[in-house]
């Protein structure tokens, strides 16, 4: 019988939790008639459509603004955003808030989508990094690609879907219209 040694015992242990499959969870979504996900972590909330406020002067992926509890939340409309389409809205569309960190704040967004499927589990082996399709073309809001089954989904970087110079434009945009909702009051 031979014995394990402390140092053999540590490298039989890292072995073992290596070969450990780890998992994360993401919410699945439509857009486009295209299955995408985000990672559970990143959603703060899912909301009905209600009222959505256009802003004049915004590009047309900006859908508007919502009144959350006290907060002016920016809309993305991910259809117009990701493909160039707006969004129709349907029963089924709904709005996806996540936080972003922009490196000065965190700003609230609301993204909306077509449909919210539903949360699954994806093996960190079953991630591939995004396609390569040259200079020319950003795949930079790609996370990764989820294997499932014989398809993949892509897994959203959500803080990468819109530009740091974009997410400035949101969060002026949040801060002028809770200063005008002040003043109204």
């Known amino acids: 019988m031979t014995q394990l040694s402390t140092n053999n015992l540590a490298l039989v242990k890292g072995n073992v939790e290596s070969n450990v499959e780890q998992y994360a969870q993401y919410l699945t979504f439509s857009v486009c008639k295209e299955q995408l996900a985000i990672n ?16 004049p002067m915004t590009p047309d992926y900006i859908r508007g603004v919502i ?11 991910l259809s117009a955003r990701l ?10 569309t709904c709005i996806i808030l ?7 704040s965190i700003q609230q967004i609301g993204m909306i ?11 960190n082996n079953d991630t591939k990094p995004p396609p390569g399709f040259g200079g020319e ?3 930079d809001f790609i996370q990764a ?3 499932i089954g014989d398809n993949f989904i892509i897994l959203l970087e959500v803080s990468k879907i819109l530009s740091t110079k974009e997410l400035s434009q ?3 945009l949040s801060n002028a219209e809770l200063t005008d909702d002040i003043n109204i009051i």
Do not use: A, F, W, Y
């Open 40 to 55: 559970i972590s990143e959603v703060k909330e899912i909301i009905e459509i209600n009222h959505i406020t256009h802003v």
């Open 83 to 92: 493909s160039n389409t707006i969004c129709t809205i349907t029963k089924l």
């Open 67 to 77: 009144h959350l509890r006290g907060n002016v939340v920016p809309v993305v409309d």
């Open 113 to 123: 989508v077509d449909q919210v499927e539903e949360i699954i589990e994806i093996s």
């Open 98 to 104: 996540v936080e972003i960190d922009t490196g000065s």
């Open 137 to 139: 073309i950003n795949v």
């Open 170 to 172: 949101l969060t002026s």
């Open 145 to 147: 690609m989820g294997k």
